[in-house]
């Protein structure tokens, strides 16, 4: 059966406002972090990456605006797309997140719908994972087609962590990075969104999902009564990499949703020792939200999307990645992608 392909990407976020503007800046190691109008708990100007839209929206508007700006991007990038026969999947943060704007699960699929002028197919739905939103909406995606009932599918996410109740919450957690806390995160936001498909006729290489793998770790990132043994995310490896059929050491290099906490480094690092077992002399990692900050349900397209870029564009470590995600509640997703000549259905 034949792999589901990244077709077409759109990105919004901090350091471009369309997909190939912040790739170049993401390959560049070029960030947009910035003093807000919010002051840590040490009487400092919090920092942040906060998207630069035309206009200063701020909540659901600018979420609005942000996502139907990405979605745009995505469908303009794949000619022939028609909306009504694609089914939209979007991200959003999780229900029980600090400071999430009320009523979102509801409304904002059909406020993004408005904004565009358009209406997708009736299949279309809200996933509120927060960071792992993205390899959900790829599983469901491929279901989708894989059972004929849909020849591509649209993912998106969309989030922000720049409200005053969010940044308190975080704040008072020790999670945010700040004047009196090396050990943190730069709070960010934006939007992402790639359309799926089965790959398209020809010989022209695609980007192709290999295997999706899931786990949940016991040992979540503010629980202290557990020792991290990154058991879930060793999990959803093992499951991803069995789909595939292939070992670790196939791969080229990692693309993750780490944004600064020791935490997930250490469970990177953990995940690798426990899976790993040829020798490697090189695997990188690489974090794009070193450049765009931490935007939670936005992420997990973005890394498709800078995935995509640097396929096509030939400045990756290599045509093989390892994707992984995870949420604060313990989800864990890894999804892995090759760049390779579509084989026949």
């Known amino acids: 059966m034949a792999a589901v392909c990244i077709l077409g990407a759109g990105l919004v976020s901090a350091v471009g406002l369309d997909a190939p503007s912040s790739c170049a800046a993401i390959r560049g190691a070029l960030d947009n972090f910035r003093e807000t109008r919010f002051i840590d708990q040490g009487g400092e100007w ?9 206009q200063p929206w701020r909540g659901r508007s600018k979420l609005v605006r942000m996502a139907a700006r990405a979605i745009g991007e995505a469908l303009r990038s794949v000619p022939g797309s028609d909306p009504p026969a694609i089914p939209l999947l979007l991200g959003l943060a999780e229900s029980e997140r600090p400071g999430r704007l009320a009523g979102l699960d509801a409304s904002l699929l059909h406020a993004i719908e408005r904004a565009l002028g358009l209406r997708f197919h009736p299949d279309s739905a809200v996933i509120p994972r927060g960071r792992v939103s993205g390899a959900v909406a790829l599983l469901n995606a ?58 398209p006729a020809g010989e022209e290489p695609q980007l192709a999902c290999l295997g999706l793998g899931f786990g949940v ?126 084989r026949a259905a």
């Open 46 to 54: 919090l920092i942040a990456a906060s998207v630069p839209l035309e």
């Open 142 to 199: 491929r279901a989708l087609i894989r059972r004929g009932a849909h020849r591509r599918v649209l993912i998106a996410g969309v989030d922000s962590l720049l409200c005053g109740p969010t940044l308190a919450a975080f704040e008072a957690r020790e999670r945010l990075l700040t004047s009196l806390n090396s050990n943190g995160f730069i709070p960010g936001e934006g939007a992402a969104a790639v359309l799926v498909g089965a790959p």
């Open 217 to 342: 770790e016991p040992a979540t990132v503010e629980s202290e009564d557990r020792p991290l043994r990154a058991e879930g995310l060793t999990n959803a490896l093992r499951a991803a990499l069995a789909e595939a059929g292939v070992g670790l050491e196939r791969l080229d290099y990692r693309l993750t949703d780490i944004s600064g906490e020791q935490y997930y480094f250490k469970e990177a690092a953990l995940a690798l020792s426990r899976t790993l077992r040829v020798r490697k002399e090189q695997f990188p990692l690489r974090h794009p939200a070193d450049c765009i900050g931490e935007c939670g349900a936005a992420i997990g397209p973005a890394l498709f999307a800078v995935a995509l870029a640097a396929c096509r564009k030939g400045y990756g470590d290599g045509p093989n990645i390892l994707c992984h995600l995870g949420n604060d509640a313990g989800q864990r997703a890894v999804a892995l992608l090759g760049y390779q000549i579509p």
